[in-house]
């Protein structure tokens, strides 16, 4: 075998050798040396994830500190015990770049600097060796190998078949050098030297000869999108040049490589990741290049860290439906829901859950489990499996957030139970997806990794991360996919053979030579006593920019393409291309020169490069709202609704066509994306509190709760236990003022609520009270029965019986309900009115009022709650506006059309859609005036903010 070695050759393509690729022939970096020759030599072992590495050297640094005499004197001490993972990773890949370059370190007795003299110590306790082996005297292997231990185990045996006189055949003829290999660092030079007296002919470079460096161009772009638009009509232009047919000549030799116009060589050299330039070659129907980097961020490294965040208190219930709502795997076919982590069948229930109540451990939590264990109960034998993994895997999430692991105390064998249900689906659901197999293998690593530490070791929940990314490595980019090209595809410099051909350069930008590990003077000549082979950090750079100069003096054209901005920010300067632009301003103006792309186009004529592709300007194209306000469809009579609550009379009124798309179609924001928040989500809280305090009080002697209130510490009580399981949002880091400000409103306002209502003799006699009555409605095709439904707030009862009902509201608005219960139109209270009504066949409508939660103030007619002597309101002129008004929707919908409500207001008003609130308001009361004089109700119901905005037009490209 012969074989050309290159410090920077690792990864190359075989194809890619000089002249030509052949049988018997190799390109080999050093790694790929390496595995070769572990491979004849019979000194292969299995992969060791650095995480585990990293675990063993965090021991052997804790076995040090707790057997030293002076733990003090070790030179890390103090910052170990603050982040034990990041300074265990720190020293071990110091220790890794010292025995790579051939220290032995000395014994005690000789003084070191102190970080060597820390790796000295934790050293004398190593052991090289895969778990479960023995090395020298028998003593148990405490450290897995690293490559640098490899290159020390190869060279090792090498020198010790030379010494004994024993042959091994390593298969090798050849090594023809790209450097010098006197000028490698560390152990390099003496392997080469040992392969030399084995047999193999180590051949050097011979001086380099000088080289006119490639024509270069240089065309610099103001974004990404633009730059990928530059590359890919290159490209395009190329590839189209190509294939153009031309006059065959019998003497010319057969192409042997991807061609661009005149039969030279195009090669694409992706400087940075190709996931714009591959969207823009795409469009073009040209193959994507597919070079994009391998990430920690990519969608299957996430799933263990989204179970540990749900796992670790407090509970993010985002985060918790997040896990809930995560798929996985597609579906086994087109047509099929995707697999989630969690079965469908408990995925739905819970997150329904959470858009009622944003907690856990609540009713409706609690409702969501027992109504899976009844399905189970009731499943045929077929279906019980299915019932019994959603069940398990509902009670698994359940546990994981009724009983979360403490922040600040993570303890190894509690996380690691942790993860025992999630390593088991996993696997269940995985079907061998590559992707998913490296979740499993990430969980599993991060299991034995926390098996090796000590039991009683607390971890932060910062150690415990950097643990799961260090477990993780990295992962392939899903649009990582190369496909067949008429051009090469590198993305190393130094990996160029052009032949004279051209590269084209995608976003060269700095960092083209790797960061090694720095060594101060002192460090250094310890290091070379100890046996070390150093070179100045200045030298090792240039074996990699060499090495790229080299591959790009194979063209004969360079055209670089720069994005002035990637992922928001400017790229570092390319070190690379300043040296060939430096060296071409050396031939003169014309050797180098920069470019726009609009300098490119000239006439209808782009050119780039000697290619030309024939452009043209596209007409402008304006997005405009639609002329309707309404949607037409067939007869709707289908559409109508069986049963209606107040919320859905409210967004029928208000905008029939959001109301069709949400409760006629279904057509509903997904449930994780729906979790009530901010003030939702307190209102809701608040609710709850007023409900458990009227239960826990509840007496059945006088049929309701006390007129006594309660005090602040029993709200306070009620108020702590209730935010895990209807707002656990403000239990999270930097919730903590948001917090203390909704327990001082709470506590100040419900106690308001209660000794308003005891002032004025009115008892509660119920909470959430849940109604359905049957509604008639006189539509234009005949009278049409439905259940109307909901629930009230609070029913309360003077001392004579007579009823009041309050409705609560949590709302920063003082003027909203005011309004609406001074004008007649708080139709919500009107239909509370009426459902009481029809319970109770009343003689009198009951009194009706609001509670504004927010402001601890009541908007009623009885002045012993609100002593600003409001006028009783119409109950049944509001119920009987609200349904007429309902009536002439439905008559609308089942005649086939929807109107969109906001914008015929704002149109109505001959407003834009993008109007102020203030001009919007005015729109409003007018409109409610407008009704009110034909016996109807107007509702607010501007949808700009909600998701269906975009659907009607007040939105995205019609703004």
């Not at 974004?223 to 031309?246: G, N």
């Not at 992962?475 to 053979?497: C, D, E, I, N």
Request: net charge negative; with cysteine.
């Amino acid at each position: 075998m012969q074989m050309e070695f290159g410090w920077t050759a690792d990864g190359a393509a075989w194809a890619d050798a000089p002249g030509h690729a052949a049988h018997g022939q190799v390109r080999m970096g050093p790694r790929g040396l390496v595995q070769l020759l572990q491979t004849r030599l019979g000194l292969t072992r299995p992969a060791v994830d650095q995480a585990v590495r990293i675990a063993q050297y965090m021991q052997l640094i804790h076995q040090h500190l707790g057997s030293a005499s002076e733990p003090e004197a070790f030179w890390p001490s103090r910052s170990f015990p603050v982040d034990p993972w990041s300074t265990a990773r720190q020293l071990l890949r110091w220790r890794d770049a010292a025995v790579e370059a051939g220290w032995n370190p000395p014994g005690t007795d000789r003084p070191l600097p102190p970080r060597l003299a820390a790796l000295r110590d934790v050293e004398a306790a190593v052991v090289v060796g895969m778990p479960g082996t023995t090395g020298i005297a028998g003593r148990p292997a405490t450290l897995s190998p690293s490559s640098a231990d490899d290159l020390v185990e190869l060279l090792s045996l090498l020198e010790e078949l030379e010494r004994t006189g024993g042959t091994w055949p390593l298969g090798i003829t050849q090594v023809t050098a790209q450097e010098d290999p006197s000028a490698l660092p560390g152990l390099w030079p003496r392997l080469f030297a040992a392969l030399a007296r084995s047999g193999v002919v180590v051949q050097a470079p011979s001086a380099a000869q000088p080289t006119p460096g490639p024509h270069l161009e240089v065309v610099v772009c103001q974004d990404e999108w633009t730059a990928a638009d530059v590359a890919a009509r290159y490209l395009a232009a190329s590839h189209a040049a190509a294939r153009a047919p031309a006059a065959p000549d019998p003497a010319a030799p057969a192409a042997h490589s991807p061609e661009a116009p005149g039969g030279a060589s195009l090669t694409l050299l992706a400087g940075a990741d190709t996931t714009i330039l591959d969207q823009a070659l795409r469009r073009r129907g040209l193959p994507a290049a597919g070079a994009v980097a391998p990430s920690t961020a990519r969608a299957h490294h996430q799933v263990l860290g989204l179970y540990l965040d749900v796992a670790t208190a407090p509970v993010d219930v985002h985060q918790l439906a997040a896990l809930l709502d995560l798929r996985v795997l597609p579906g086994a076919d087109r047509d099929a829901e995707p697999i989630g982590l969690v079965p469908a069948a408990a995925r739905r229930l819970l997150l329904r859950a959470l858009t009622q109540e944003p907690g856990v451990g609540g009713p409706a939590w609690r409702r969501a489990l027992g109504e899976l264990e009844e399905r189970l109960a009731a499943a045929d034998a077929d279906l019980r499996p299915s019932a019994e993994k959603a069940l398990t895997a509902a009670q698994e999430i359940h546990r994981l957030v009724t009983d979360p692991l403490p922040a600040d105390r993570l303890q190894p064998p509690a996380v690691a139970a942790r993860l025992d249900w999630l390593s088991q689906r996993l696997q269940a659901v995985s079907r061998g997806d590559g992707d998913l197999l490296a979740s499993l293998t990430q969980v599993r690593t991060l299991q034995a990794v926390l098996g090796m530490l000590d039991p009683a070791t607390l971890l932060s929940r910062r150690t415990l991360q950097l643990i799961i990314d260090a477990c993780g490595g990295s992962g392939r980019s899903p649009l990582a996919g190369a496909q067949v090209a008429p051009w090469k595809v590198t993305t190393r410099p130094a990996q160029v053979a052009a032949a004279g051909g051209t590269v084209l350069w995608w976003a060269p930008e700095g960092g083209e030579t790797p960061t090694a590990v720095q060594w101060d003077q002192a460090e250094r000549e310890a290091l070379r006593s100890g046996g070390a082979h150093l070179i100045d950090p200045e030298q090792l750079a240039g074996l990699h920019v060499d090495a790229a100069l080299r591959g790009l003096r194979t063209a004969g054209q360079v055209i670089a393409v720069l994005p002035g901005r990637r992922l928001e920010k400017s790229p570092p300067p390319s070190g690379l291309l300043a040296h060939l632009e430096s060296a071409r301003r050396q031939d003169g103006p014309s050797g180098a020169h920069r470019r726009s792309p609009e300098s490119l186009i000239t006439g209808g004529t782009w050119a780039l490069g000697g290619v030309e592709l024939p452009v043209r300007v596209p007409g402008l194209v304006r997005a405009e709202p639609p002329e309707h306000l309404h949607r037409q469809f067939a007869t709707g009579v289908h559409l109508l609704p069986q049963r209606l609550s107040f919320t859905a009379a409210q967004t029928l009124v208000g905008c029939p066509l959001h109301w069709l798309l949400e409760h006629a179609l279904g057509v509903r924001t997904a449930d994780v994306a729906a979790l009530p928040t901010g003030d939702r989500m307190i209102g809701t809280l608040v609710h709850a509190v007023v409900e458990q305090l009227v239960q826990q009080r509840w007496d059945d002697g006088v049929g309701g709760a006390p007129l006594r209130p309660p005090t602040d510490e029993e709200i306070t009580s009620v108020f702590d236990r209730l935010v895990p399981q209807f707002a656990s949002e403000l239990d999270l880091p930097g919730h903590a003022a948001q917090r203390a400000d909704v327990h001082d409103r709470t506590v100040r306002s419900l106690r308001t609520l209660f000794a308003g209502t005891a002032r004025a003799g009115l008892r509660i006699t119920g909470t959430e009270v849940r109604f359905s009555h049957p509604l008639t409605l006189p539509l234009a095709g005949g009278a049409r029965t439905i259940e109307f439904v909901g629930s009230r707030d609070l029913d309360l009862r003077d001392a004579s019986g007579r009823p009041t009902v309050i409705d609560l509201k949590w709302s920063r608005s003082r003027t909203r309900y005011v309004d609406l219960y001074e004008t007649g139109d708080a139709v919500q209270l009107a239909s509370y009115a009426w459902a009481l009504d029809q319970a109770e066949s009343l003689a009198e409508p009951a009194q009706v009022g609001y509670f504004l939660l927010h402001a601890g103030e009541f908007v009623a007619a009885d002045r012993e709650l609100d002593p600003r002597r409001r006028t009783p309101m119409d109950v049944r002129d509001s119920w009987e506006r609200l349904t007429r008004s309902v009536t002439t929707a439905l008559d609308q919908i089942a005649e086939g059309t929807a109107v969109a409500g906001c914008r015929s207001l704002l149109d109505g008003a001959n407003l834009p859609l993008d109007a102020p609130y203030s001009k919007r308001r005015r729109a409003l009361e007018g409109a409610r005036a407008a009704a009110r004089s034909e016996g109807l109700v107007a509702v607010d119901s501007y949808c700009a903010t909600s998701e269906y905005a975009q659907l009607c037009g007040m939105t995205g490209d019609f703004r």
